[in-house]
């Protein structure tokens, strides 16, 4: 081991599990993943620590079951952030270019980024990211405006906020365990980066990454995120669905949402049974299914609907070539991408994630796991922390001035 | 401008990462006690590092002399000596070494001392350990003689070497005398020196061969070779041995030595079975499986005297070979003769009186 090498942890508390990727950061830059550990999520509802103590102790023990599997201590964690309580708004701000040749300066660019950013949040809530969208220098999109001409300069920070309490609980669930949080990632990116190519985030893509108890979404246009939100709603609630509407416990109405649920109703037969275990013992039932197809599509559906009703104006049909892409745990539900698609009225797919991970971890359910490492490795990715310039002490005073 | 621009929100990175230990976790709070206790352990290894330099230097600048020689150990009281088959012993090495009186163990210089047992010529390897507190252990491998020969340097007077089989010429040292006497005096060398030390004898390897398998296989006749001469090897390949029974042995060095010294035998037999023995003059063994063998000239008899009528046919050739070499035939060139040999028994009165060669150098 050299002294250059790092090993960071990727930290997902969600409702259902916790899981805990370890990466071996060596110094040329490259990433091995040589840890996993998962357990069963405690005191964990709709992604908001509810008890601490029992979130913690369900964290920590998938933290030391990585560590083992790893055979090393964690250095930082990078942990995933989710929860209703994150919401994001769109603010942008324009100046003119100060110089008389009307070169773009890093002081105008500068400028530009903080009037963006500043704008006051309520009482208690704080900034989880600040995600750029592409510089406009008189109305064309730039990536860098700096030494370019142009007389106005705008750029829009999409600003994902939280509350301070939620963000806190989580923070200290891992510093519980005598480890730094390095970075704070919304879920949405970290799976949404995991699951999409870079062509399909120019093309424009949505990302739904939908949990046990949360959906995640992400909407990438011109190459960023362009838009992110989180909604209380999640598998759990199809596994609650089944139960209320066929009256049988979370446990069984789990196992039949894995085994007939479906994102569509397919079955036209409505005389169509099967059986609740198929072992013919005492309390096996039949049930239609249909009925569980149209229970399970009828909530699909909805988180669907939700969805697009939330991104609202920014989601454009005809600036969504890529489509929708499905991911996370639920994902699994056969024809989940076919409901999107009929949604969203674009073209829908199951995440898949790169073949260069391991077979074993190339699961919808990890995507978020493995998108923190790579976030991780690029931890100056533009859109989670975008490249601030070091302004010297010129700098300042001409700003002043 | 700058100034109207309002501060930006609170980020997470604004919450405290600090945390109590008592709300940590006992995984966490062991995390923390094992990150502190390597703080620790480092902080206490990088101040120790920082004063022993501070010290080192301290000392180097008052007082250098005592960073020199930091290990002070007690003297060398023991020399130990170890090793197969010694003829030295404990006193020569101590001789040899000449270890200053109490010299400490750590100030001895061992590749000096190993140079000096080297330069005997006698020690063909040798290995010195300190074995604290106050023993250096000293392991030797020797060299083995298979010749000697007398040197004279200048006007000095004549000294007498032993050779190994490697060439190396040596004074033998803790040699019984019985052993040195067997062995045969060489001739015929030209003995060199470089920078005062005598360089191997060339050729010494095929020598030591004869020799060694005279010794092993037929004793009674290696006892009584008396001079080997190696004035012919180079130019000719023979070896020429001068033999109290048989006169000049000429050895070819392209043939067995075994066969070679089983012919001997088998001529030397041959002419002590003789009725009329007559004394072996020369006997070329170089030649091949025909041997010219040359008598000594008896001396002349009374003119009365009447010679008896030859018995066997070899003596009948003997006297036909006075004048002219007469060719023997290598029956014995088979191993049985040789074996043979070692069952005639040694003389106590047939050691020959050595003529011992001297060489000028």
């Known amino acids: 081991m050299t002294s250059k090498t790092k090993y960071i942890g990727a930290v997902e508390i969600g409702t259902s599990k916790v899981t805990v990727l370890i990466g071996e950061l060596s110094q040329n830059r490259s990433l091995h993943i040589i840890g996993f550990g998962e357990c069963q999520s405690r005191g964990v509802i709709k992604g908001t620590v509810m008890d601490f103590r029992a979130a913690s102790d369900a964290t920590q023990s998938a933290l030391l079951s990585a560590e083992s599997s790893a055979g090393t201590r964690i250095d930082e964690v990078y942990l995933a952030q989710t929860g209703g309580h994150l919401e994001g708004f769109y603010n942008e701000a324009t100046v003119s270019v100060s110089a008389a040749d009307n070169l773009v300066s890093a002081i105008d660019t500068d400028t530009v980024c903080r009037l963006a950013k500043a704008k006051s949040l309520p009482d208690g809530r704080m900034v989880v990211h600040h995600i750029r969208r592409p510089f406009r220098l008189d109305g064309r999109l730039v990536p860098d405006p700096e030494h370019l001409v142009g007389h106005r300069l705008d750029v829009g920070y999409w600003t994902v906020h939280g509350q301070e309490t939620k963000i806190a609980d989580n923070i200290h669930v891992i510093r519980g365990f005598n480890v730094p949080v390095a970075e704070l990632i919304l879920s949405s990116l970290a799976s949404g980066t995991m699951v999409t190519s870079a062509e399909d985030r120019q093309n424009g893509v949505i990302v739904i990454d939908i949990g046990a108890g949360t959906t995640d979404f992400a909407l990438y246009r011109d190459g960023c995120a362009y838009a992110t939100g989180v909604i209380p709603v999640g598998g759990s609630h199809l596994t609650n669905d089944l139960a209320l509407g066929l009256r049988l416990t979370e446990g069984q109405a789990d196992k039949l949402k894995e085994r007939f649920g479906r994102g569509t109703v397919v079955t036209r037969d409505k005389a169509e049974r099967v059986w609740l275990n198929g072992d013919f013992a005492i309390g096996d039932r039949q049930f239609p299914r249909q009925a569980i197809e149209q229970i399970t599509s009828a909530r699909t559906w909805e988180i669907f609907e939700v969805v697009k009703k939330k991104l609202g104006a920014s989601f454009v049909a005809d600036r969504t070539a890529a489509g929708v892409v499905v991911t996370g745990g639920t994902a699994k539900l056969p024809n989940i991408a076919e409901a999107a698609a009929k949604v969203f009225g674009v073209v829908g797919r199951v995440g898949e994630l790169p073949g260069y991970i391991n077979e074993n971890l190339r699961d919808p359910a990890y995507a978020t796991g493995l998108g923190l490492l790579y976030f991780g490795l690029n931890s100056n990715a533009e859109s989670a922390a975008p490249a601030r310039r070091r302004s010297n002490f010129f700098t300042k005073l001409f700003a002043s001035v | ?361």
């Open chain 2, 1 to 361: 401008m700058s100034s109207s621009i309002s501060p930006s929100a609170r980020s997470w990175r604004d919450i405290p990462q600090t945390i109590a230990p008592r709300a940590m976790s006992s995984t966490g709070r062991k995390r923390m006690i094992f990150a502190n206790t390597k703080a620790i352990v480092a902080l206490v290894i990088g101040c120790v590092s920082l004063w022993g330099g501070y010290e080192i230097f301290q000392t180097w600048e008052t007082n250098p002399a005592k960073l020199k020689a930091p290990v002070k150990s007690a003297p060398v009281k023991n020399i130990s000596l170890r090793g197969q088959n010694l003829v030295l012993d404990q006193p020569w090495v101590v001789r040899t070494l000449a270890l200053p009186k109490n010299a400490d163990l750590m100030e001895l210089d061992l590749y000096a001392l190993r140079e000096r047992l080297l330069a005997s010529g006698q020690v063909r390897a040798a290995e010195l350990t300190r074995k604290f507190p106050d023993t250096l252990l000293v392991s030797i491998e020797e060299r083995s003689p298979v010749a000697r020969l007398n040197a004279r340097f200048g006007e000095g007077s004549p000294e007498e070497f032993l050779v190994a089989r490697d060439g190396v010429v040596y004074r033998g040292a803790c040699y019984k005398d019985d052993v040195v006497k067997t062995l045969p005096y060489l001739a015929g060398v030209a003995l060199k020196r470089n920078s005062g030390k005598l360089q191997p004898i060339e050729g010494m390897e095929t020598v030591a061969d004869l020799l060694t398998t005279a010794r092993a296989n037929a004793p009674t006749l290696y006892h009584h070779w008396s001079i080997v001469s190696l004035e012919r090897l180079n130019s000719d390949g023979q070896i020429a041995v001068e033999s109290a029974d048989a006169g000049t042995v000429t050895f070819g060095t392209r043939e067995d030595f075994y066969k070679q010294i089983a012919r001997l035998d088998y001529i030397i037999d041959q002419s002590k079975n003789n009725p009329t023995p007559t004394p072996l003059k020369a006997i070329n063994l170089a030649v091949g499986e025909q041997v010219p063998v040359s008598f000594q000239l008896p001396q002349a008899p009374p003119a009365n005297s009447t010679a008896p009528a030859p018995a066997h046919p070899a003596s009948a050739s003997t006297h036909a070979s006075r004048s002219t070499p007469r060719l023997v035939p290598a029956a014995a060139s088979h191993p049985r003769n040789v074996r043979a040999a070692p069952s005639r028994p040694l003389q106590a009165n047939s050691v020959p009186t050595h003529r011992s060669p001297r060489r000028d150098i």
